[in-house]
């Protein structure tokens, strides 16, 4: 533990702003390295007389900012830690970091499933460093669920994430290709949740580097229009989902009528393109007959 008064950690703070980066980045660092919250942060701007603790030293620390600042690599890269919803979760660079807006997704599937008891069954396609499936699994411990990944390591990540987040053993990994690892399931899936890969080649080309150079190129690209792996996910899910079971896909902010397209010619039905916080057309769900 290092102790430092709040003054020299103030001083500290702004010279790293000032060097460039953003607050809400350095926020980001200060509560994944050091152990201090942004709340914590907040309450220091009231009590400036406070000492902290922190748990690296602030030399160490500002390595870690100048790499950012040099390079690009995102924060959690460097720390190897997301927060997502109330969870904590390792990350590496073969996991793509979980967005806020796919937080949503959670609200959604527990409205719809909110008058439901029975347990049911659930599968979390390409589910990167677990976060859905974790946070679906953790809520709701009566479902048992199924995580996939065609990425090896982004198992590994993910198992390990459910292991530190829950006692439960109400989920499982399998690595292999979208619904390929559910053969022994089929006509037996409840509900299915994907953030598959769907950016465009030529948005994929004009990410920002921060992405593009570190986030996991497996995660994001979906072909030339984005729609390879939407397309395989909804033509193959008949033949995994229970009459009525519903499939919820995340897709790119202009791609929503298109899936919704794609679900009404795979004879789903209900099928709804719903929006995100920014109010863009983000998930397309809808029931298999
Ligand atoms: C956009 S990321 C979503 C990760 C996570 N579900 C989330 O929301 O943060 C897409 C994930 O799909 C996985 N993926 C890509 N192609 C796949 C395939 N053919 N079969 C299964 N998973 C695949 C990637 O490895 C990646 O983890």
Request: aromatic residues 10%; proline residues 4%; neutral net charge.
């Amino acid at each position: 533990m290092f102790v430092v008064s709040a003054e020299k950690f103030s001083l500290w703070k702004k010279k790293q702003i000032s060097k460039g980066g953003d607050n809400n980045s350095l926020n980001l660092l200060i509560d994944s390295l050091a152990g201090l919250s942004k709340k914590e942060l907040n309450l220091l701007k009231i009590k400036s007389e406070k000492n902290l603790n922190l748990n690296l030293n602030l030399d160490l620390l500002e390595t870690f900012w100048d790499k950012h600042i040099d390079t690009f690599i995102p924060i959690e890269y460097l720390s190897g830690i997301s927060f997502w919803r109330n969870l904590k979760l390792e990350v590496s660079n073969r996991v793509l970091i979980p967005r806020p807006e796919t937080e949503l997704i959670i609200e959604i599937i527990s409205g719809i499933f909110k008058n439901r008891e029975e347990k049911i069954t659930f599968v979390d396609l390409g589910t990167g460093s677990g976060a859905i499936s974790i946070a679906l699994a953790l809520a709701n411990p009566n479902w048992n669920g199924i995580a996939t990944d065609i990425d090896k390591n982004a198992i590994e990540i993910a198992s390990r994430n459910f292991a530190n987040n829950s006692n439960h053993t109400n989920l499982k990994f399998y690595n292999g290709n979208w619904w390929d690892p559910l053969a022994n399931f089929k006509g037996e899936i409840d509900l299915a949740v994907a953030n598959p890969p769907y950016i465009p080649q030529d948005t994929y080309e004009l990410l920002p580097i921060e992405v593009k150079n570190f986030e996991p190129k497996k995660a994001l690209l979906g072909g030339k229009e984005g729609l390879d792996h939407i397309n395989e996910i909804v033509q193959d899910a008949p033949k995994y989902l229970k009459k009525e079971g519903w499939l919820f896909i995340e897709n790119h902010f202009d791609q929503g009528d298109r899936v919704k397209q794609l679900f009404l010619k795979n004879k789903f039905t209900s099928v709804k393109v719903l929006k995100d916080f920014s109010g863009i057309g983000r998930f397309t769900i809808g029931r298999y007959k």
